[in-house]
Protein backbone atom coordinates (compact mmCIF):
# COMPACT_ATOMS: atom_id res chain seq x y z
CA UNK A 1 0.00 0.00 0.00
CA UNK A 2 1.12 3.48 -0.72
CA UNK A 3 0.66 4.22 2.92
CA UNK A 4 3.06 1.78 4.16
CA UNK A 5 6.13 2.74 1.30
CA UNK A 6 5.88 6.02 2.44
CA UNK A 7 5.93 5.33 6.05
CA UNK A 8 9.22 3.45 5.45
CA UNK A 9 11.06 5.98 3.13
CA UNK A 10 10.72 8.17 5.54
CA UNK A 11 11.36 6.31 8.50
CA UNK A 12 14.38 7.39 10.92
CA UNK A 13 17.49 5.74 11.12
CA UNK A 14 19.22 3.48 14.64
CA UNK A 15 22.27 5.86 14.52
CA UNK A 16 24.03 2.74 15.44
CA UNK A 17 22.86 1.49 12.16
CA UNK A 18 24.47 4.00 9.34
CA UNK A 19 27.98 2.97 10.46
CA UNK A 20 29.32 6.48 10.80
CA UNK A 21 33.75 6.60 10.96
CA UNK A 22 33.84 10.25 11.26
CA UNK A 23 31.21 11.25 13.30
CA UNK A 24 29.05 9.96 16.34
CA UNK A 25 25.21 10.70 16.10
CA UNK A 26 22.83 10.25 18.66
CA UNK A 27 19.53 10.47 19.39
CA UNK A 28 17.99 11.25 22.80
CA UNK A 29 15.07 13.10 24.36
CA UNK A 30 14.45 15.46 21.77
CA UNK A 31 17.12 16.07 20.44
CA UNK A 32 19.91 14.59 17.75
CA UNK A 33 24.00 15.46 18.33
CA UNK A 34 26.34 14.99 15.37
CA UNK A 35 29.93 15.18 16.65
CA UNK A 36 32.86 15.39 14.11
CA UNK A 37 35.36 12.46 15.63
CA UNK A 38 38.38 13.75 14.11
CA UNK A 39 40.11 15.28 17.05
CA UNK A 40 43.62 13.61 16.27
CA UNK A 41 43.43 16.89 13.57
CA UNK A 42 41.31 18.94 15.72
CA UNK A 43 38.19 18.01 13.96
CA UNK A 44 39.08 19.18 10.87
CA UNK A 45 36.66 17.61 8.08
CA UNK A 46 37.40 15.18 5.18
CA UNK A 47 35.41 14.34 2.42
CA UNK A 48 33.78 10.85 4.21
CA UNK A 49 33.18 13.36 7.22
CA UNK A 50 30.74 15.84 5.01
CA UNK A 51 28.68 12.77 3.69
CA UNK A 52 28.52 11.45 6.91
CA UNK A 53 27.24 14.44 8.01
CA UNK A 54 25.05 15.18 5.15
CA UNK A 55 23.81 11.56 6.22
CA UNK A 56 23.08 12.53 9.74
CA UNK A 57 21.32 15.92 8.67
CA UNK A 58 18.99 14.02 6.57
CA UNK A 59 17.79 11.80 9.22
CA UNK A 60 17.77 14.18 11.93
CA UNK A 61 15.58 16.28 9.45
CA UNK A 62 13.34 13.00 8.89
CA UNK A 63 12.70 12.31 11.91
CA UNK A 64 9.64 13.45 14.36
CA UNK A 65 10.96 12.71 17.37
CA UNK A 66 13.99 15.06 16.55
CA UNK A 67 13.40 18.73 17.68
CA UNK A 68 16.67 20.27 18.40
CA UNK A 69 20.24 19.63 16.72
CA UNK A 70 23.25 19.84 18.15
CA UNK A 71 26.49 20.06 16.12
CA UNK A 72 29.57 20.13 18.37
CA UNK A 73 33.38 17.96 18.34
CA UNK A 74 34.58 15.58 20.00
CA UNK A 75 37.13 16.23 22.95
CA UNK A 76 37.55 19.47 24.29
CA UNK A 77 40.42 21.14 21.93
CA UNK A 78 38.59 21.82 18.66
CA UNK A 79 34.79 22.00 17.30
CA UNK A 80 36.17 22.21 14.26
CA UNK A 81 39.32 23.36 12.01
CA UNK A 82 37.69 23.39 8.99
CA UNK A 83 38.52 20.97 5.78
CA UNK A 84 41.51 18.49 6.02
CA UNK A 85 44.16 21.05 4.73
CA UNK A 86 46.72 18.04 4.24
CA UNK A 87 43.87 16.37 1.82
CA UNK A 88 43.61 19.64 -0.14
CA UNK A 89 47.40 19.43 -1.01
CA UNK A 90 47.34 15.86 -1.40
CA UNK A 91 44.79 16.19 -3.84
CA UNK A 92 43.43 19.57 -5.41
CA UNK A 93 46.88 21.10 -5.84
CA UNK A 94 47.63 18.01 -8.24
CA UNK A 95 43.95 17.42 -9.93
CA UNK A 96 42.08 21.37 -9.25
CA UNK A 97 39.30 20.00 -11.28
CA UNK A 98 38.23 17.79 -8.10
CA UNK A 99 38.20 20.47 -5.62
CA UNK A 100 34.85 21.23 -7.85
CA UNK A 101 33.34 18.38 -7.27
CA UNK A 102 34.53 18.54 -3.37
CA UNK A 103 33.03 21.79 -3.27
CA UNK A 104 29.80 19.97 -4.10
CA UNK A 105 29.86 17.68 -1.29
CA UNK A 106 30.61 20.82 0.96
CA UNK A 107 27.75 22.87 -0.45
CA UNK A 108 25.07 20.23 0.40
CA UNK A 109 26.26 19.36 3.80
CA UNK A 110 25.53 23.23 4.65
CA UNK A 111 22.55 23.50 2.51
CA UNK A 112 21.14 20.42 4.49
CA UNK A 113 22.05 22.00 7.59
CA UNK A 114 20.54 25.13 7.45
CA UNK A 115 17.54 23.48 5.83
CA UNK A 116 16.33 20.53 8.03
CA UNK A 117 13.51 22.26 9.28
CA UNK A 118 15.01 22.27 12.91
CA UNK A 119 17.15 24.58 15.11
CA UNK A 120 20.27 24.01 15.21
CA UNK A 121 22.38 24.54 18.26
CA UNK A 122 26.49 24.96 17.54
CA UNK A 123 28.41 23.63 20.68
CA UNK A 124 31.70 25.76 20.36
CA UNK A 125 34.12 23.11 22.64
CA UNK A 126 37.25 24.42 21.32
CA UNK A 127 39.14 26.18 18.57
CA UNK A 128 36.43 27.24 15.60
CA UNK A 129 38.48 27.98 12.50
CA UNK A 130 37.76 28.33 8.95
CA UNK A 131 35.23 26.26 7.57
CA UNK A 132 34.50 25.22 11.10
CA UNK A 133 33.02 29.01 11.67
CA UNK A 134 31.62 28.70 8.66
CA UNK A 135 29.60 25.40 9.71
CA UNK A 136 29.15 27.79 13.53
CA UNK A 137 27.48 30.40 11.13
CA UNK A 138 25.03 27.86 9.15
CA UNK A 139 23.82 27.23 12.91
CA UNK A 140 20.55 29.10 14.60
CA UNK A 141 22.38 29.62 17.86
CA UNK A 142 25.99 29.35 19.44
CA UNK A 143 26.99 28.32 22.66
CA UNK A 144 30.93 29.11 23.60
CA UNK A 145 33.03 27.71 26.47
CA UNK A 146 35.52 30.18 27.67
CA UNK A 147 38.82 28.84 26.06
CA UNK A 148 36.87 28.71 22.74
CA UNK A 149 38.35 30.86 19.94
CA UNK A 150 37.47 31.61 16.55
CA UNK A 151 39.17 32.57 13.14
CA UNK A 152 39.20 32.87 9.57
CA UNK A 153 42.20 31.30 8.39
CA UNK A 154 42.28 31.27 3.90
CA UNK A 155 44.37 33.99 3.08
CA UNK A 156 46.76 32.63 5.07
CA UNK A 157 47.08 28.94 3.65
CA UNK A 158 46.49 30.56 -0.29
CA UNK A 159 42.50 30.21 0.12
CA UNK A 160 39.26 32.14 -0.48
CA UNK A 161 36.89 31.46 2.92
CA UNK A 162 33.63 32.52 0.41
CA UNK A 163 32.09 28.82 1.88
CA UNK A 164 29.87 30.79 4.00
CA UNK A 165 32.25 33.45 5.73
CA UNK A 166 32.56 36.11 2.91
CA UNK A 167 28.37 36.06 2.93
CA UNK A 168 27.68 35.52 6.61
CA UNK A 169 29.71 36.91 8.38
CA UNK A 170 29.02 40.78 7.28
CA UNK A 171 25.37 39.77 8.24
CA UNK A 172 26.38 38.69 11.70
CA UNK A 173 28.85 41.07 13.00
CA UNK A 174 29.25 43.84 10.63
CA UNK A 175 31.12 44.35 7.65
CA UNK A 176 34.01 46.50 9.53
CA UNK A 177 34.13 43.11 11.87
CA UNK A 178 33.51 40.93 9.17
CA UNK A 179 36.64 42.73 6.89
CA UNK A 180 39.31 42.15 10.17
CA UNK A 181 38.35 38.46 10.70
CA UNK A 182 38.71 37.50 7.11
CA UNK A 183 41.70 39.86 6.02
CA UNK A 184 43.79 39.81 9.24
CA UNK A 185 42.97 35.97 9.84
CA UNK A 186 43.41 36.84 13.39
CA UNK A 187 42.01 34.99 16.35
CA UNK A 188 39.12 36.68 18.63
CA UNK A 189 38.23 35.31 22.01
CA UNK A 190 34.70 33.91 22.71
CA UNK A 191 33.85 36.87 25.05
CA UNK A 192 35.23 39.06 21.74
CA UNK A 193 32.92 36.73 19.92
CA UNK A 194 29.76 37.19 22.53
CA UNK A 195 30.31 41.21 22.32
CA UNK A 196 30.41 41.18 18.33
CA UNK A 197 27.21 38.84 18.24
CA UNK A 198 28.95 36.05 16.72
CA UNK A 199 27.82 33.66 19.82
CA UNK A 200 24.68 33.98 21.86
CA UNK A 201 26.43 32.61 25.15
CA UNK A 202 29.77 31.87 27.17
CA UNK A 203 29.96 30.01 29.74
CA UNK A 204 32.94 27.73 31.57
CA UNK A 205 33.88 25.03 29.63
CA UNK A 206 32.41 22.42 32.79
CA UNK A 207 28.69 24.42 32.24
CA UNK A 208 28.69 24.17 28.42
CA UNK A 209 26.33 21.10 28.07
CA UNK A 210 23.90 22.25 30.86
CA UNK A 211 23.82 25.67 28.66
CA UNK A 212 23.36 23.64 25.04
CA UNK A 213 20.48 21.66 27.37
CA UNK A 214 19.51 24.31 28.48
CA UNK A 215 18.61 26.28 25.05
CA UNK A 216 17.42 23.08 23.49
CA UNK A 217 14.94 21.91 26.44
CA UNK A 218 13.28 25.76 25.49
CA UNK A 219 13.20 24.84 21.82
CA UNK A 220 11.30 21.50 22.32
CA UNK A 221 8.73 23.75 23.92
CA UNK A 222 8.13 25.96 21.24
CA UNK A 223 5.66 24.51 18.45
CA UNK A 224 7.75 22.80 15.15
CA UNK A 225 5.80 24.29 12.67
CA UNK A 226 6.13 27.56 13.25
CA UNK A 227 9.83 27.22 14.40
CA UNK A 228 10.40 25.88 11.29
CA UNK A 229 8.70 28.92 9.37
CA UNK A 230 10.50 31.24 11.42
CA UNK A 231 13.82 29.18 10.67
CA UNK A 232 13.06 30.13 6.81
CA UNK A 233 11.76 33.30 7.02
CA UNK A 234 15.01 34.54 9.02
CA UNK A 235 17.06 32.53 6.43
CA UNK A 236 16.57 35.14 3.84
CA UNK A 237 19.76 37.53 3.82
CA UNK A 238 21.83 34.03 4.19
CA UNK A 239 20.12 32.35 1.70
CA UNK A 240 20.22 36.01 -0.51
CA UNK A 241 24.12 36.36 -0.19
CA UNK A 242 24.89 32.43 -0.33
CA UNK A 243 22.64 31.62 -3.45
CA UNK A 244 24.01 34.70 -5.77
CA UNK A 245 27.75 33.86 -4.49
CA UNK A 246 28.43 30.20 -3.91
CA UNK A 247 28.36 28.61 -7.20
CA UNK A 248 31.10 31.60 -8.65
CA UNK A 249 32.96 30.82 -5.43
CA UNK A 250 33.33 26.97 -6.40
CA UNK A 251 34.25 27.14 -9.42
CA UNK A 252 36.83 30.45 -8.68
CA UNK A 253 38.42 28.23 -5.95
CA UNK A 254 38.83 25.36 -8.27
CA UNK A 255 40.17 27.31 -10.58
CA UNK A 256 42.93 28.98 -8.05
CA UNK A 257 43.74 25.40 -7.04
CA UNK A 258 46.04 25.62 -10.59
CA UNK A 259 47.96 28.52 -8.94
CA UNK A 260 51.00 28.45 -6.66
CA UNK A 261 49.22 30.20 -3.64
CA UNK A 262 47.40 27.13 -2.25
CA UNK A 263 50.45 25.07 -3.39
CA UNK A 264 52.72 27.04 -1.33
CA UNK A 265 50.21 27.89 1.24
CA UNK A 266 49.25 24.05 1.83
CA UNK A 267 52.82 23.07 1.66
CA UNK A 268 53.53 25.27 4.13
CA UNK A 269 50.85 24.28 6.62
CA UNK A 270 51.90 20.51 5.95
CA UNK A 271 55.43 21.46 6.79
CA UNK A 272 54.62 23.10 9.66
CA UNK A 273 56.54 26.63 8.03
CA UNK A 274 55.77 30.02 7.42
CA UNK A 275 54.27 30.80 4.01
CA UNK A 276 57.15 32.61 1.25
CA UNK A 277 54.10 34.77 0.83
CA UNK A 278 56.65 37.93 1.02
CA UNK A 279 59.28 36.09 -1.57
CA UNK A 280 55.88 35.94 -3.56
CA UNK A 281 55.34 39.59 -3.17
CA UNK A 282 58.78 40.44 -4.02
CA UNK A 283 59.15 38.57 -7.12
CA UNK A 284 56.26 40.28 -8.59
CA UNK A 285 57.40 43.46 -7.54
CA UNK A 286 60.33 42.75 -10.00
CA UNK A 287 58.30 42.08 -12.59
CA UNK A 288 58.25 37.86 -12.22
CA UNK A 289 55.54 36.12 -12.46
CA UNK A 290 54.84 34.53 -8.83
CA UNK A 291 51.62 33.13 -9.85
CA UNK A 292 53.91 30.21 -11.67
CA UNK A 293 56.49 27.80 -8.99
CA UNK A 294 59.20 27.82 -12.09
CA UNK A 295 57.83 30.65 -14.29
CA UNK A 296 55.11 30.67 -16.93
CA UNK A 297 55.00 28.43 -19.29
CA UNK A 298 56.98 30.01 -22.27
CA UNK A 299 60.12 27.58 -23.34
CA UNK A 300 60.24 25.24 -25.60
CA UNK A 301 62.93 22.06 -26.67
CA UNK A 302 65.20 22.60 -29.74
CA UNK A 303 65.98 18.97 -29.81
CA UNK A 304 62.26 17.18 -29.63
CA UNK A 305 59.96 19.93 -29.78
CA UNK A 306 58.38 20.20 -26.51
CA UNK A 307 56.37 23.20 -25.80
CA UNK A 308 55.22 25.06 -22.70
CA UNK A 309 58.17 24.41 -20.81
CA UNK A 310 58.55 26.40 -17.36
CA UNK A 311 60.81 29.65 -17.51
CA UNK A 312 63.59 29.18 -15.41
CA UNK A 313 63.85 25.33 -16.67
CA UNK A 314 67.50 25.09 -18.74
CA UNK A 315 66.82 21.84 -19.94
CA UNK A 316 63.96 19.95 -21.09
CA UNK A 317 62.68 17.83 -18.93
CA UNK A 318 61.64 15.35 -21.84
CA UNK A 319 64.89 14.72 -23.23
CA UNK A 320 67.31 16.85 -20.96
CA UNK A 321 68.76 18.75 -23.96
CA UNK A 322 68.81 23.12 -23.02
CA UNK A 323 65.30 24.94 -23.99
CA UNK A 324 65.15 27.64 -25.89
CA UNK A 325 63.93 30.91 -24.33
CA UNK A 326 60.94 32.48 -26.51
CA UNK A 327 61.97 35.41 -28.67
CA UNK A 328 60.82 38.77 -27.29
Known amino acids: MPTTQNQSYFAPSDPQALDFEEILYEKKDWVARVSINRPQVFNAYS ?36 GDVSEYYHNYTKRPHDYWKWMGEFQQCLDLLRNLGKPVIARLNGVVAGGGNEFNLACDLAVAAEHCTILQVGPKVGSVPCGGATQWLPITIGDRR ?70 HGRDW ?46 NSCSGCGARGLPAEHKFCGVCGKPVAAPES
Open 47 to 82: TRTLREMSRAFVDASWDDSVAVVVLTGVGEKAFCTG
Open 178 to 247: AREMLFLCDKITAQQALEWGLVNRVVPAAELDNCVNELAGKLVERFPECIRYTKQAVNFWKDLSWHTTIG
Open 253 to 298: LALHYTSREPYEGMQAFVEKRPSRIREMREEAARGGSPEFLWGPWV
